[in-house]
């Protein structure tokens, strides 16, 4: 399947993996690339040394394929890891929470190709005019810290608002959710949840099965009063959290609970304590697969369903 987004990033599909924090590592990364995808590796606020190995395992593993690293730009260590995939010559970075213009002239002179994630049509305008190579349009529906638009609204709109390539984001698991994605006039795909539930994902068993066992309700969105809405699978924890949140509980003890909680969740698989960050497509993710099959059915039924 041949897109803007192929064609750009040099890329067999046009589906990128979401770059999940304590998730999207190297042995992730390297394998969606080296199934013909784009392999993202999560900067989030992890130590320069820690993210400087993975990317490295990650090019000895992918050759010339192309992957890239994603920087979160509130990261209190985003100027180093901007610094850091100059250095190591990464490809292609996707950004996100916050503006990367401050940073864009030397990307760009280092021939990095930038991609934001943006939950808005106002910040992809502005992300365009910053030099954006291409833009994520992440919906609501996704895992993680989330907007307040739907995928099936905000993609359309971007796509009509940038003209660079727009990759859709938020609820796409399947074949369905990538023609469906294209027929809005995304050129790619992001597909997070899926990649859960594959052979290579590093998290814990315990995290894999809330996700294979998670029904279309179990789910939840916590943060909210404070701004920073994030979704996640339903658990004791996430029913702590929505309990403060109904009693308007300062700002301090809900921090207090949730400082921490992804490495539980990741790591420890820790169902009391820990944040099992997922979209509201879990229940649709039924198996645990090799990153190549799931990527290999999801576009031989996307191809199909646009041939028809």
Known sequence: MKTKITELFGCKYPIFQGAMAWIAESTLASAVTNAGGVGIIAGGSAPIDYLREQIRICKEKVGDKPFGVNIMLMSPNAEDLAQLVIDEKVPMITTGAGNPGKYMAAWKEAGIKVVPVVPSVALARRMERSGADAIIAEGMESGGHIGQNTTMCLVPQVVDAVSVPV?????????????????????????????????????????KNLVLKAKDTDNAVTGVFSGSPCRGVKTKFTKKLLELEKKAAPPEDFESLTV??????????????????????????????????????????????LNR
């Not at 796409?172 to 990538?178: E, K, N």
């Open 167 to 207: 990759i859709a984001a938020g609820g796409i698991a399947d074949g369905r959710g990538v023609a469906a994605a294209f027929m809005l006039g995304a050129e790619g795909v992001q597909v997070g949840t899926r990649f859960l539930a594959t052979t290579e994902c590093q998290i814990h068993e315990n995290y």
């Open 260 to 305: 921490g909680s992804l490495r539980k969740a990741v790591v420890d698989g820790n169902v009391e304590e820990g944040s099992f960050l997922c979209g509201l497509i879990a229940g649709m993710v039924h198996d645990v697969k090799p990153c190549a099959e799931v990527i290999q059915e999801m576009m031989g039924q996307a191809e199909k369903l």
